[in-house]
C-alpha cells in the first residue's frame, strides 16, 4: 500500500486489510468465517462512499471550468478527469463482476442473507487460479496493473504495479511460504469464499483511493481544489486603545478565518513567530527614535505569512502596520532636582509610568559616579565633576537622560556655645567669662535638610586666647567639641576678649568617611563685660 498522507477513510481500510491478512493465517471456523463477511460489507459500504465522492470530485471540476475565464488546458483537465473516472468505473464494474461470479458459483445467500457456502475454498481456487494460469486472479492482476500505468501520466504518486507478487509486496517477501507465489496465489490461493469477497472489496478501495488522488491533483489545476475554513471568527483593530477624553475612538472590525488543513509560518520583520490555531503572535520591545516636538517616534513593521496551497504552490501575504512609539516621561524626584552636591550621596528616585511593570532600570553617568538603590528605580549619584549627565536605560533599551549642575558644599557655621547656650558675640559676657567652652560648625540648613547624611561637622582643632588690648595673654588648644578655660578665666579681667581660632573641621559623609573641610582662616571673638 502506498505510503505519505492519508484520509481516515483509507486509514480504516488498511487497517481492515491488516486484519483480513491475519485471520487468513488462522485455522478457519463459522465465527472467524464471519468476520471475513463483516470486513467485506464494511470495505463495500466504504467503498460506495468513495464512489459517490469522485464522481462528486469530477462535477466540481466541470463547474470551476464552466464559472471561470476556462482555457483550453482547463477544458483539457476536465476532459482527462472524465477519462480517469471512466476507466475507474470500467475497473470497479470488472472487480464486482468477480465477486458476483463468485457468489453465484457458491449458490449466493439463504433466506437470513448469509452466505450458503461461505468457505467454498475449491471453487474460489478453481475460479481465481484455475489451471494453467487462466483463473480470473491473472485477468484482474494484469487490469490492475494496466490501471496504474493509466494512471501515472496524471498522478506522479501512482505506484508501478497495484497487483504484486509474493517477492514484490513488501508485506510477505521475507516469508520463504509466501514469497514464491505469485498475484494470483497470494490472494486466492485455499481462500475461503467470503475472504476472497473482502481482498476483492480491499483491491477495489485501493483503485479509487488512487483515483481520489488524481482527481484532487486535477481539481489543482483549475483552482477546484478550495481551501475550507473551518474556523470563522470576529476581531476589530483600533486606531488605539488609549483615548483621551473629549478625543474620538475609532476601530474596524471584521471577520477573520482559518483553516486547519492550512499550516502557515509568519515572520515579522524577517523574524519567525509563534503560530497557534492560524493565528501569529506579535511581541517586540519598541525601540527609541527619532522623536518629534511632540514627543512621538512613526516606525512600521512588516509581517509576512506564507502557507503551501494544495497544489504544491507557495503563496505569501504581506502585512505592513504603522505604529507610534511615544517618548518615555522620566520622573526624577529629589530635594534639588536640577542641582547635585559635589562628592556627596545625592538620592534620586527615576521612575517612567508609561512602562508599568516592565520598568528593569539600569543607570549610567558622565561625572559621577552611580550607586544602584535596593528599589526599582532609586539610585546615589556621586558627582566627581562641575557638571553631571544621568543616562537611563530599560531592559536594555535608552529611556533618555538628564543634566545637572553641581554645587560646592557650603560651609559651615563656627559657633561657641557656654552653658548650653550660643554665646551673644554682640553683647559678650560677664568677666571672667565661661569657664568651659564648646565649639561647634553647625551645617547650612538648606544642605542639611538635603542631604543630612553629609550634613555631620566637627571642629577638630582651634585655638582659644585670651586677648588684653592686641596682646594674647593665655592661650589654650582644643580637639575636641569642649574645651576648658579655667587658667585662662583666672587671669581675665574686664575689657579683655577670648578669641577662637578654628585650625580644622571635619565632616563626616554619607558613607561614615570623614574629609577635612578646607580652612577659611574664620575665628570668634568674645569680649568680657
Known sequence: MAGGKETPRQKMIGMMYLVLTALLALNVSSAILLKFQFIDASLMEVNNKTVSDNKGAVKGI?????????????????????????????????????????????????????????????????????????GKGYELEAKLNQYAEFLRPFNPKMPQKLAMSGSEDPRVAN????????????????????????????????????????????????????????????????????????????????????????????SVDGRSIPVKGGKGTIEFTATAGNYDSEGNAKKTWRGQVRFRQASGRDTTFTVTQDYVVAKPVMQIQSASINSLYFNCGNELSVQVPALGAVYDPSFSASGATVVKGAKKGFLTLIPTSRQVRLNVSSGGNAIGSQEFTVKLVPRPRVVAYANGRPVDVVKGMAAPGPRVLEVRAVADESFKNQLPKDARYRVTQYTVYLVRGSRPVGSVAGNGPTVSLGNLAAQARPGDRIAVDVKEIRRMNYRDQQEVVPSDNSSINIQLN
Not at 464486482?96 to 457458491?106: F, I, P, V
Not at 474620538?248 to 509568519?266: C, G, I, N, Q
Open 62 to 134: 466541470q463547474a470551476a471550468v464552466a464559472e471561470g475565464a476556462s482555457t483550453a488546458k482547463d477544458k483539457q483537465v476536465v476532459e482527462q478527469a472524465q477519462q480517469v473516472s471512466a476507466k475507474t468505473a470500467e475497473m470497479v464494474a470488472f472487480i464486482r463482476g468477480l465477486r458476483t461470479e463468485l457468489e453465484q458459483a457458491t449458490g449466493g445467500k439463504d433466506e437470513e442473507g448469509n452466505y450458503k457456502k461461505p468457505e467454498a475454498n475449491e471453487i474460489v481456487n478453481e475460479v481465481m487460479i484455475g489451471g494453467l494460469k487462466k
Open 175 to 266: 516469508n520463504k511460504d509466501q514469497r514464491r507465489k505469485n498475484f494470483a496465489q497470494l490472494n486466492f490461493e485455499e481462500t475461503p469464499m467470503v475472504a476472497a469477497l473482502a481482498t476483492l472489496a480491499q483491491k477495489e478501495s485501493e483503485v479509487l483511493k488512487y483515483e481520489a488522488e488524481t482527481l484532487s491533483l486535477l481539481a489543482q489545476k483549475v483552482g477546484a481544489d478550495i481551501i475550507k475554513f473551518e474556523n470563522i471568527f470576529a476581531m476589530a483593530s483600533a486606531e488605539s486603545k488609549t483615548v483621551a477624553a473629549g478625543t474620538k475612538y475609532r476601530a474596524e472590525m471584521f471577520l477573520a478565518a482559518s483553516s486547519d488543513a492550512v499550516t502557515p509560518t509568519m
